[in-house]
């Protein structure tokens, strides 16, 4: 193999890995199952995030849902109007709350239609 395709291989698993998240190893099994199609790649590491599914068992869904309930709680969703804050909570309280109480969620969504609020969604950074 020469030192341009090396470099070249390189490459592409970079963008993909820039792009999606993915460690070294996928993103190169991923561009090889695609023939190497960057393109390609992206289309279909974007199809298997949307659909990802889980197989745990007894006590690790427990612990599943502990780390996604970390992760929506280090994720802050901030509403704002004129540069205001109006409501600040966590990701996790503002998908419960949807769950909750769905047409007062919709109540909220038009009005801040109505008055030009913007949402912003951030990661709290971790203090240990």
Avoid: Y
């Avoid at 820039?18 to 289309?43: C, H, K, P, Q, Y």
């Amino acid at each position: 193999m020469s030192a341009g395709l090396i470099n070249e291989e390189l490459q592409k698993i970079d963008v993909v890995r820039e792009r999606t998240g993915l460690s070294f190893t996928d993103a190169r099994s991923l561009l090889e199952s695609v023939n190497w199609d960057v393109m390609e790649a992206l289309i279909t590491a974007d199809r298997s995030a949307q659909k990802r599914i889980w197989e745990v068992r007894g006590m690790e869904v427990v612990d599943r849902v502990r780390q996604l309930v970390r992760k929506g709680n280090a994720t802050n969703i901030r509403i704002k109007t004129n540069d205001r804050v109006i409501i600040e909570l966590p990701v996790t309280a503002g998908v419960l709350g949807t769950v909750l109480a769905p047409k007062l969620a919709l109540l909220a969504g038009a009005a801040c239609l109505l008055t030009k609020c913007s949402v912003e969604f951030d990661q709290v950074s971790s203090q240990n």
